[in-house]
């Protein structure tokens, strides 16, 4: 994983009422990370001395490196309560979210589980890639979408369906239920899965997915441990 680096804040975005984006750059450029990756936070007055890991919302070419953070306990507070010109460390970008090209892909999230999903998502139609996209981003309310607005504008590209859905908004414009794999509309035998959220969303996504015939290679899976963050 290498050494530890030194981020520098330089800008806080709201997103949902609990939920923060935190922009920041090391040594003045933003993280060499491919679409997907993800680093480790750490504070060295936490017992958390292994760090966290965070999904850097982000995506290549963008001007800051990006991590979006739901407020759920002292360690995600001490990450939101960052300000500008604030500085923690951080480690390398690592992993390998992003296993799939040029395959039809359907993302599935919930909460703070988009983050990976929409660095590859922008990533993909940054660089003009034309593959079949679908997300679909399951949440409590209406509030609680994160991205909406950047999701919606990009859903007007032609390889890209967007598909919200919302478990505790009777009166939302989305789809008021719970999302199951059934819920899924263009699936073919080249389809790769990408899903990312609670252990409990993404264990019982993964089930479902395999139960309905998909094959476990063709499936890319990311858990959020510890976040209430979705239905």
Known sequence: MGNKLIATVVGVLKQTPDVLSINFLVNGKPLPAEAGQYISVYFDDTNVTEGKAYSLSSCPGDDNSQITVKRVGLFSNKICNLKM??????????????????QPAIFIGCGVGISPLFSIIRNEINNGGNRPMELYYSNKTNDDIIFSEQLLEMSERKNLSVNFYVTREPKSIYYRKRFTVKDLKNVTENTCFYICGTTEFTRSIWRQLVESGVSEKNISVEVFFGANNGE
């Open 85 to 102: 010109g604030d500085t923690f460390e951080i480690s390398p970008p690592y992993g390998f979210f992003d296993a799939f090209i040029n």
